[in-house]
């Protein structure tokens, strides 16, 4: 159970892009220790009020409610503000994950909850092992990230780390290599090296 959470959170998981360096395939559907990347995400999020996919309507094994960026493939600024627009009134706190992290689980969820409750900032995220805020592995108070979302503008195709122009941030370094990302066939042959080797 996560404990120490500082409110009412909800997840918002970013399911969209399109997997150019891995030939156009659907990364949230790639399937890596028995089950899909999509799926993974939703279980670190399990404790959550309530999810929000965003991104093309998929089978999923947690219940989900779906919604998509306009136009779609605009980014994941865009999809993140399509996303929030669709949480209840009462949530407070919203944990943002890609659905292309394999090794991401609900402890990793728990210590960027934990973070904010101690601290006054607006945000917390995972820096990765080379020192890289990941702003799509972090935890957000909502007001703060509506606030900068809307002092951005114009979401569409802008960088997502532009949010932190218009936050306060705490980091949080990558203890367990959540923030490792599947990317480009390389990375995926790292996490299903069995179908490598069948192939």
Not at 40 to 45: G, N, P
Not at 68 to 73: M, N, R
Not at 128 to 138: A, F, I, N, T
């Amino acid at each position: 159970m996560i404990t120490g959470t500082p409110g009412t959170w909800a997840a918002v998981v970013l399911a969209g892009g399109r997997g150019r360096r891995l030939g156009g395939v659907d990364k949230p559907a790639l399937m890596v220790g028995g089950r899909s990347l999509l799926d993974t995400a939703l279980a670190a999020c399990s404790e959550s009020v309530q999810i929000v996919a965003v991104g093309p309507v998929r089978p999923t094994r947690t219940a989900v409610r779906w919604t998509q960026e306009s136009p779609a493939g605009s980014g994941p600024l865009a999809a993140l503000s399509a996303g929030i627009s669709r949480l209840s009134a009462d949530v407070e706190i919203v944990v943002v994950l890609a659905a292309d992290l394999p090794a991401v689980e609900a402890g990793t969820v728990g210590r960027l909850l934990t973070a904010l409750d101690a601290s006054r900032v607006d945000a917390v995220a995972l820096t990765d092992q080379q020192g890289r805020v990941q702003p799509l592995l972090g935890a957000y108070r909502l007001p703060a990230l509506r606030h900068a979302l809307n002092t951005v503008g114009d979401v569409r195709d802008i960088p997502v780390g532009r949010l932190f122009d218009h936050l306060t941030l705490v980091t949080i370094p990558d203890n367990e290599g959540a923030a490792n990302d599947i990317d480009t066939p390389r990375d995926l042959a790292q996490w299903t090296p069995d179908e490598e080797e069948r192939t």
